[in-house]
């Protein structure tokens, strides 16, 4: 493998030689983020506190100030006369007061803000103070020690000037007397001197207490130099800046901050030590009021710029003056050493003190791979590895390809992972040996040293080269595994894959998989390294420390200070992790560990319907036109909003959850029909889940979708059919009794017509027997004849008769009709025993005439006819005669030209046509022809007549 070896003389260009240029020094700073950069532009903050709500009240120039998590805004109070307000205090209902410097008092509840009382100019100081007593009642100190309410103020004091009001531990007020010349004590309502803090002033100024803890210290409200109880100088600022004017102190749980009118602020620690170069944070800015708040944020209120918060002052933003470039490698040496690598190629070196330079500025490319060897040798990829050697000041470029990644075997050996294959190396001797069977795209190596076994992560997957040179490729389900860092330790080796999380190999085998269903931020792995006994895991939502059994024990993240959570490179010296990402280079303390113990909350800040209405949460009843709903979600937290989902879902429209991120607090359904709906919603940072918040709400049905909306409209069609039907059957039956009349006046016409046949055939019988001289049978003719006139004239405008009177109607005409014929006519009638029930008149003797006058009239000898009468559901009449038969008679009838026939024939036929239409049963009449021996021996006529029941 071609080598250069000699210095100077390798395809390198160098602009500075191996020796150190001091550059600059290595500042670093709190890692923080700036809230409200555009809505306190130009803003003054002169107060803060993080009330009981989760809210942060602002006491600003522009007035009070919330903050909910999401948004910044003004709240009015119509009878505040100056708008700078100050001195936020809380008491233990949540009522927050402030005041202005007209003597005004105000309080701030969840929902307003109100004037609590104006104090006498005679009462009014500029430097007035205020807090809340063991009484929790709201304390002001000024020219005197007042309780105020609002129902006035109470003198707790006589004449006096105060100094700033502390809260000490035991919630008694100490505060200083200018008058008394030393600090008062008010506790359980009672004034008295404080007798544990030695003070002498100095030039008239009026010293102050803070607290640190437990612990109480005297400080002078305009240099800040700290005193101890015994008057011994703890802190003097001025020895650090000079003669700057600090004009406010403040406490947090770890320390103290100086804050000053143009330099920033100093923060020193418990043990009244200033942090790493004691220079002040944030110069060039005015911090006016420093807090910490219920999750340990540090916010650090400024003059016109926003407010800055510090999530973890355990993470450092680096800052490198005059780099006017992105460092995209870091690696470290076991001195304590740390190397950087730039993206146009610089080199640069940090050393244990915090010194930076630069050592090397002839790369031609970006320095992505940068390994420390050892002490003295590093390896820094371009488009080959290059080789240096600090203490020989040499570097030797190694024809191997670009290198992505190192491991080392021991102490002699390491191997070498590039865009060519994989190597072994020795760097004492620059001997370098391909490995033949790896000659392949890698993206990093491994290397188990139990087995001997090389772990390759190419661009082809996982690749295991065992030590007798077999290569085996792991696959996972069946799928390549494209690898990013393998990291040897406790006998096992684990590879950060690309989208499979964290595989665990022991001796050559896949024993274990991590991933997020084990607690895994991401599957998606750039980075392994080591802490201690603990696996530092860069996945691609920040970093994670994992025991060797796969648990976490600390994510790293925003929640701690990252300005962002892909990492480019990263290193572990000692206890500090150096990141590099598109944010810059930070370090992160790692012996500086607090267990997660937060537990999410959730509220339903706000409900909005149809866009414009914001109801109260108390109300649950809607109009059917109010159907849009926007709930408003609040989860007041600044260190874990990067980690913070909400889950939620509409009972009623929904059945499962549904997520959305801590930004995403604005939910809104723009259609809901009408129905009782539940809005549930819970907030999830990582495993731990808030208590769910419901609210439940019932859109009316509108009248035109309501029940009995339904039933009035179904009930209505019901009545309308009805009427309907009711109309049409009425109609009906009119035609019916218009057609029943029509059709009874037809057979009332056919029955006049026939009752003047049946007379004028009766009064031919009559002038027979007259012209015979039968006088007795003819007036005994007449009068059955008259009998059967009246009987008939009686029935003729009748639909029904009885039966009987129709037998009795037949017998009386069979009767005449036997005068008529003598004795050689006789007549049987059998009526079976027929009885209550009614018949249509005159329907049977039209058959029995023409049986008569065409049958029986032309027969000589005995002539005889009989009725027989049958009740099923119609009367059945048989008519049976001895006559001629029909065909005789048809043939008499022609010769004499006779219309009787005709005319009954017809009329009958009608009648029963017109019967039939309205009554049940087959109606009619059927004749038959009786024969004997090929003669005519008489005819039968069978009647089907309806009948109406008597009972």
């Known amino acids: 493998m071609p080598i250069c070896r000699e210095p100077f003389l390798c395809p390198v260009k160098f602009l500075l030689p191996l020796f150190f240029l001091p550059l600059w020094a290595l500042s670093q700073q709190p890692s923080h983020y700036v809230l409200g950069a555009e809505e306190l532009e130009g803003v003054d903050v002169y107060d803060m506190l993080h009330a009981a709500t989760g809210d942060y009240i602002l006491a600003t120039s522009n007035g009070l100030m919330r903050f909910d998590g999401y948004r910044f805004e003004r709240m009015e109070c119509p009878d505040m006369l100056l708008s700078s307000v100050f001195n936020l205090t809380e008491d233990e209902q949540g009522t927050v007061y402030c005041n202005n410097l007209s003597g005004q008092v105000f309080y701030v509840t969840q929902d307003s803000c109100g004037l609590l009382l104006s104090l006498p100019d005679s009462l009014v100081t500029a ?504 709930f408003e979600l609040s989860t007041n937290s600044l260190r874990y909003r990067n980690e913070i989902s909400y889950q939620y879902r509409l009972e009623g429209a929904e059945t499962t959850w549904r997520n959305a991120s801590y930004s995403d607090n604005i939910i809104e359904y723009r259609s809901l029909s009408s129905g009782t709906y539940t809005f549930k919603v819970k907030a999830i940072c990582r495993d731990n889940a808030s208590q769910e918040v419901a609210y439940t709400f019932t859109i009316a049905t509108p009248f035109y979708k309501a029940w009995w909306f339904y039933a009035l409209v179904l009930l209505t069609i019901v009545l309308l059919l009805v009427l309907w039907f009711r109309r049409r059957l009425h109609r009906r039956q009119l035609l019916a009794e218009q057609q029943n009349e029509l059709n009874a006046s037809k057979l009332t016409a056919i029955q006049s017509q026939m009752n003047p046949h049946f007379i004028f055939n009766a009064l031919n019988s009559i002038q027979s027997l007259v012209l015979k001289g039968d006088v007795d049978n003819s007036y005994s003719y007449i009068t059955k004849f008259a009998n059967l006139v009246r009987r008939t004239l009686n029935y003729s405008d009748k639909d029904f008769i009885d039966f009987s009177e129709e037998i009795k109607l037949i017998e009386l005409y069979l009767t005449l009709e036997q005068l008529r014929f003598k004795e050689d006519f006789e007549f049987t009638i059998n009526t079976n025993g027929i009885e209550d029930v009614m018949m249509p008149p005159m329907l049977i003797q039209p058959f029995i005439e023409n049986a008569l006058l065409h049958g029986l009239l032309h027969r000589a000898g005995t002539k005889r006819i009989s009725l027989d009468f049958e009740l099923n559901e119609v009367l059945i009449c048989t008519i049976t005669d001895n006559g001629v038969g029909r065909a005789k008679a048809k043939a008499i009838k022609e010769r004499q030209r006779s219309e009787h026939e005709s005319f009954s024939v017809n009329a009958i036929r009608t009648r029963f046509e017109i019967l039939e239409r309205y009554h049940k049963g087959s109606l009619g009449f059927e004749y038959e022809d009786l024969m004997e021996n090929g003669e005519a021996t008489g005819t039968r006529v069978v009647l089907r007549i309806p009948v109406k029941r008597t009972f």
């Open 127 to 630: 430097d007035m103070d205020m807090a809340m007593d063991d009484r929790d009642r709201l304390i002001i100190a000024s020219k005197y020690l007042m309780a105020a309410s609002a129902s006035g103020i109470e003198l707790l004091s006589g004449p006096n000037f105060f100094g700033p009001v502390t809260t000490m531990p035991d919630r008694g007020l100490v505060a200083y007397s200018s008058v008394y010349h030393g600090f008062l004590r008010f506790k359980n309502g009672l004034l008295k001197p404080e007798e544990h803090h030695h003070y002498v002033p100095i030039d008239k100024e009026i010293p102050a207490i803070i607290c640190l803890g437990d612990s109480t210290y005297v400080y002078q409200t305009n240099a800040c130099r700290l005193f101890g109880k015994d008057g011994q100088l703890l802190v003097d600022p001025s020895a650090i800046i000079g003669k700057e004017n600090l004009f406010k102190l403040y406490s947090s749980s770890d320390g103290l901050w100086f804050a000053s009118s143009s330099q920033g602020v100093l923060h020193v620690n418990r043990q009244f030590q200033a942090d790493k170069g004691a220079a002040f944070l944030f110069p060039r800015t005015m911090v006016s009021a420093v807090i910490e708040d219920r999750e340990g944020n540090i916010l650090l209120g400024t003059f016109g710029k926003g407010i800055m918060v510090i999530p973890n002052m355990n993470t450092l933003d680096l800052n490198m003056p005059g780099l006017q470039e992105d460092i995209i490698s870091v690696a470290g040496s076991e001195d304590g050493t740390l190397y950087f690598g730039t993206r146009s190629g610089k080199l640069l070196k940090r050393n244990p003190e915090g010194a930076l330079s630069v050592i090397r500025d002839a790369q031609v490319k970006s320095m992505e791979a940068l390994f420390s060897i050892s002490e003295d040798c590093l390896l820094i990829g371009e488009t080959n590895a290059v080789l240096i050697d600090r203490a020989k000041t040499t570097e030797t470029s190694l024809t191997l390809g670009s290198l992505k990644d190192i491991e080392r075997i021991d102490a002699e050996r390491v191997l070498i992972a590039s865009n060519a294959g994989a190597y072994r190396l020795w760097p004492s001797s620059l001997e370098v040996q391909k490995l033949s069977e790896l000659q392949i795209r890698h993206y990093c190596i491994g290397y188990d040293s139990k087995t001997q076994s090389i772990y390759s992560g190419t661009s082809k997957g996982l690749m295991i080269r065992h030590l007798d040179g077999a290569i085996r490729t792991v696959k996972l389900r069946g799928k390549d595994v494209i690898v990013r860092d393998f990291l040897s330790s406790h006998g096992k080796v684990f590879a950060a894959t690309a989208e499979n999380g964290l595989l665990v190999f022991e001796n050559d085998s896949l024993v274990k998989e991590w991933g997020t269903s084990t607690g895994l931020a991401s599957d998606r792995l750039t980075q392994l390294d080591m802490y201690e006994q603990w696996l530092v895991v860069a996945t691609s939502n920040g970093i994670q420390l994992l025991d060797t059994e796969g648990k976490v024990i600390r994510t790293i993240n925003q929640s701690d200070g990252l300005n962002a959570i892909k990492m480019v490179d990263m290193h572990v010296l000692e206890d500090e992790l150096w990141v590099v990402h598109s944010a810059g280079v930070q370090k992160v303390m790692l012996d500086a560990f607090q267990p997660f113990r937060f537990q999410p909350t959730v509220s339903l800040k706000s409900v909005v319907v149809n866009d414009s209405l914001n109801v109260s949460l108390t109300q649950h009843d809607f109009n059917p036109d109010q159907q849009q709903f926007t």
